[in-house]
């Protein structure tokens, strides 16, 4: 089955950098769609970005434009977000997801957490001086 397990997250300074990653199994990495989302308590949860089954397709949704970066790498089953220039209104847990099905296209890659069927557990993410 789809297994999912984030991990990178923690306590950091305005401004630095973070890099989470999701490491995936039962499912190849290669032929998948991915997403990163995240969630403050009581608020719904939000597209961060996306990185079609190719890799070579990434979105961002606007509140991660210019500070994310999505990447994966296929032979190590793990999918990144690299966050820069952290702010404290980063502050949330994120969570990798999976689609039951991957899009057709290899460059198509979706940021509505409805598009998702598997979800990790998540990571913390506090930013905080």
């Known amino acids: 089955q789809f297994e999912l397990v984030e991990s990178g997250g923690g306590l950091v300074k305005p401004g630095d950098s973070l890099q989470l990653s999701c490491e995936v199994s039962?499912?190849?990495?290669?032929?998948?769609?991915m997403g990163w989302f995240r969630q403050v308590a009581g608020k719904e949860r939000e597209g961060v970005s996306c990185?079609?089954?190719?890799?070579?397709?990434?979105h961002y949704t606007d509140s991660a434009k210019g500070r994310f970066t999505i990447s994966k790498d296929n032979a190590k089953n793990t999918v990144y977000l690299q966050i820069n220039s952290l702010k404290p209104e980063d502050t949330a847990v994120y969570y990798c997801?999976?689609?039951?099905?991957?899009?057709?296209?290899?460059?198509?890659?979706?940021?509505?957490?409805?598009?998702?069927?598997?979800w990790g557990q998540g990571t913390q993410v506090t930013v905080s001086s």
């Open positions: 997801a999976a689609p039951r099905r991957s899009p057709l296209s290899r460059e198509v890659c979706y940021t509505n957490r409805f598009s998702y069927d598997y």
């Open positions: 990185i079609s089954s190719s890799g070579d397709s990434t």
């Open positions: 039962g499912f190849n990495l290669d032929s998948y769609a």
